[in-house]
């Protein structure tokens, strides 16, 4: 089955060089179809397609190897004994590996002109063209097995894909680090560095050349780094955190009263017990070492302990930027910021591949200092924001002291939440389209409460305005948008 | 169309910057499309009531039919006085849609940040000689429909949306 369908696919793949040449005019979709004209006359005119790299097989089937695991889970270990057990779980990880090697023989990927072009599949061959003018965000994701073997994964963000676009796993670290660079260049609109293969290393970038860019400092001028400590403390302060005693002595009461202390059950409460806390340890895995750098008109992310992520968000594509300060960080005055790119559905639950952490955890004036920077002009701790009338509060009693809403000079700000303070700014070149929305309670106390919609994220929404308010609120951002639009 | 500028106070509820906006209405057939798309759903439940009342007898069938004949009556008036309050009005940079009663909206949407445009009818519609236009932006809670136009309107709203997105259009 995979030798059949693979043979002619084979062909097109010339010598996997690093150095592709010059890229001519797109070749058309029929770079990848291995028609009667021989691969030859295709491959004159493409750049050639890369491989992943050849290790890319051994790490995918090593990932499986946890997910049938986790998959098989202990009442199986139980059921069949460990032997058996051992059996099943290789069994199944060497299956996945196969199909890993097959996917890996198969997949490839080019830069032709403006697009990038990644070929998978087997029996259903895809290729999927991503227009680099619609690249929102580049992620280099290493994850813990990666970081051993010197490989990176590299993630696109497109806007209209729901999830993350083509992962390209696994490149090596130098590899990554190119076509990162590359992509960039070619989603800014330099057309000279499209036709010389790779890109030659500029003096405001030093880290091309680099062997191990990720483990270095981000290049550019470093703005922030989130001090460990500090990371622990805010964690140890959720609510997950506060509830562990609690779990763990209703836990040590049941087995003391029960007396039973089989494997299973203590390894089953461990599980339980890893789920809930499964949020704060993966932030603070997540949020290690956090460094954020500002490199010309991108941001620069790195963070991560076993998964060592970089990511790299054009200013210009940050949608809304989102201020948190959760209840038990008040008595350290801390708080969180967020940005919300395109491309993200605001409804996904799995909230780790999204690039939307700007600051896990800092004081107000670090959160100033990288708003400001991040939204030039904006000041975290001096916006305009009026709260909306006193006679909101037969709507909200608790929570109408907490809401606000101000039209800044760049952004719109909203503020909201009686525990979890947030704060929405959301710049007026951004604005997809405004709402006014009122309802019946609403309409009786002529209130109404204005959205502002963006590409990505939430948005923004001014609740319970006073109703003129609310119509030249609504009319005034309309006005800011089309100024600001006009202005770039 | 007229003036971009919106007013500085705004009076009433019903119409946001009265002297500046012309809402246009929506045609009054929708109405009938609408009511027999709910006598459509009304006869599925009454006639499932009906056969459960034939066989079981029992006299909350019959209570049951009545709610589903009483709730159609309102829907039916609602139905009516939502069409009515349907409205769309085209500025010179962006569109305008409002609707509903109980909860009132209102989506301005600038041309410039259209993606696409989709004109559809189902087969009431169509015989009703009515389409729908949607516009769609890259935020997925824009709320811009405009149902009950006449094919010709709707597609004449359709160009026009469509040229002066090209004429505006911006990146993300």
Known sequence: ?488 | MNAAEPPQSPVSALEPWPDTVRWQPISTDLIWVELLRLALGLAVLLVGLAVGWALQGHWLFGAGCAVVLLGGGWRAVTIVRGVHAWGYAERDDDLLVRHGLLVRRLSIVPYSRMQFVDVSAGPLERAFDLATVQLHTAAAATDARVPGLRPAEASRLRDRLTALGEDRAEGL
Do not use: C
């Open chain 1, 1 to 488: 089955m995979p030798g059949g369908v693979a043979a002619p696919q084979v062909a097109t793949v010339p010598d996997r060089s690093e150095s592709p040449a010059p890229a001519g005019p797109a070749t058309g979709p029929d770079a990848d179809q291995p028609g009667p004209t021989g691969p030859g006359a295709t491959a004159a005119d493409a750049p050639p397609r890369q491989r992943l790299h050849p290790l890319s097989p051994v790490l995918q089937g090593a990932k499986s190897l946890f997910v049938v695991i986790a998959g098989l889970s202990w009442s199986t270990l139980s059921r069949v004994g460990f032997g058996w057990f051992a059996v099943l779980v290789a069994v199944l990880a060497l299956g996945a590996t196969v199909l890993a090697v097959v996917s890996w023989y198969n997949t490839g990927y080019h830069i032709v002109g403006r697009e990038l072009r990644v070929h998978e599949g087997l029996l259903w061959r895809r290729t999927r063209a991503i227009p680099l003018e619609r690249l929102q965000a580049v992620e280099v994701v290493r994850p813990l097995l990666a970081q051993l073997t010197g490989l990176a994964e590299l993630r696109l963000e497109v806007v209209g894909g729901g999830k993350t676009e083509a992962p390209l796993a696994y490149l090596s670290v130098a590899d990554a680090a190119r076509l990162r660079q590359r992509l960039l260049a070619v989603a800014a609109g330099t057309p000279d560095q499209e036709t010389t293969g790779a890109v030659p290393p500029t003096p405001g970038d030093p880290e091309v050349d680099a062997t191990t860019p990720t483990e270095r400092e981000p290049a550019g001028r470093p703005l922030h780094a989130v001090s460990n400590t500090d990371l622990l403390v805010s964690q140890l302060l959720t609510p997950q955190a506060f509830l562990l005693p609690v779990g763990v002595a209703f836990v040590v009461a049941q087995f003391l009263s029960e007396g039973s202390w089989s494997f299973i059950a203590v390894a089953s409460t461990l599980t339980a017990m890893a789920g809930v806390l499964l949020q704060p340890v993966r932030r603070v895995l997540d949020d290690w070492s956090f460094r954020l750098a500002r490199e010309s008109d991108r941001l620069r992310i790195h963070n991560g302990l076993l998964e060592t992520r970089m990511q790299t968000v054009p200013l210009e594509r940050v949608q809304t930027v989102v201020v948190t300060w959760p209840l038990l960080w008040r008595m350290k005055g801390w708080l969180r910021l967020r940005l919300e790119v395109a491309g993200y559905s605001g409804g996904e639950t799995d909230d780790r591949n999204r690039p939307d952490r700007l600051l896990p955890v800092g004081d107000l004036a670090v959160g100033t200092m990288i708003v400001d920077e991040v939204l030039p002009g904006v000041r975290l701790d001096a916006l305009p924001l009026t709260p909306p009338p006193q006679r909101a509060r037969w709507l909200r009693p608790l929570s109408a002291r907490a809401l606000g809403a101000g039209l800044h000079e760049r952004v719109f700000a909203v503020r909201s939440g009686l525990l979890t303070r947030q704060l929405a700014l959301v710049p007026y070149a951004r604005i997809q389209s405004v709402r006014v929305v009122q309802g019946p309670a609403q309409r009786r106390l002529r209130l109404a409460t204005v959205h502002v919609d963006t590409a990505g994220g939430s948005g923004a929404a001014a609740y319970d305005r006073d109703l003129a308010q609310a119509w030249a609120l609504a009319a005034e951002l309309t006005a800011r948008g089309h100024a600001a639009r006009r202005a770039r």
